[in-house]
């Protein structure tokens, strides 16, 4: 729809981007792990058993959980606007329209969020001994396995919306370096104090 490039805060770039490599590398490490052990529901064959894959994913999990964190706090408070919105129902009817692929986004946005907390909450439910000794009816490691499909299916939502609405020029936004003097990183601290002083004091 847009043509022109919008300004992404940097913030949102950073966290963003930290958090979209964190999250593919906890994506793909987990598929390896679900490969090597279990495959009932289909696999590649890629990797044979390997302990080292379990290590692997736990620490792109590990550093997920507080990249997730900043960035899911930041979102509700900086970013509310591109989530869900309490008029999410009343846009859907207006199909095909802009608003209604706004709300999509929005949409896509906030299924993204809940899929890694999922994920990540699952995951820290697990124990690493449970695939390697056969364990693969554990109630977390279900949930962690529903958790790895719906990243798939928001991932490929997110960036088709995105995509739609945006175009070429808003994927680009999220890779400018160019960033406005009340961006600067020394003032993030300042900035982060705001969106909270702002939440509590409405």
């Known amino acids: 729809m847009s043509k022109t490039q919008p300004y992404q805060p940097l913030f949102l770039r950073v966290s963003h981007a930290l958090n ?4 593919l590398g906890a994506f793909l490490t987990g598929f390896l792990v679900y490969d090597s052990y279990d ?12 302990r080292r894959l379990i290590d ?16 899911v706090v930041y979102s509700l408070i900086a970013q509310r606007k591109k989530l869900i919105q309490g008029n999410t129902l009343q846009t859907l009817t207006k ?16 299924l993204a969020l809940i899929a890694v907390a999922l994920s990540v909450i699952s995951g820290k439910f697990q124990q690493e001994d449970w695939l390697p000794n ?8 279900f949930v962690h396995l529903i ?9 490929m939502i997110h960036i088709l919306m995105a995509i739609k609405v ?11 370096t160019h960033y406005q003097p009340q961006d600067h990183p020394k003032l993030w601290f300042g ?3 705001n969106w909270f002083y702002r939440v509590f004091n409405k």
């Open 20 to 23: 979209a490599f964190l999250v």
């Open 39 to 50: 495959r009932r529901f289909g696999g590649l064959g890629l990797t044979e058993e390997k």
């Open 56 to 71: 692997i994913h736990g620490t792109f999990g590990f550093f997920l959980l507080f990249v997730y964190f900043v960035f």
């Open 95 to 110: 199909i095909n329209k802009p608003a209604w692929w706004y709300t999509l986004l929005r949409i896509s946005n906030t």
């Open 134 to 141: 056969g364990e693969f009816n554990h109630l977390w490691y």
């Open 147 to 155: 958790a790895w499909v719906m990243i798939l299916f928001s991932i």
């Open 166 to 176: 945006g175009g070429v020029p808003l994927i680009i936004s999220m890779f400018n």
């Open 191 to 193: 900035n982060v104090r």
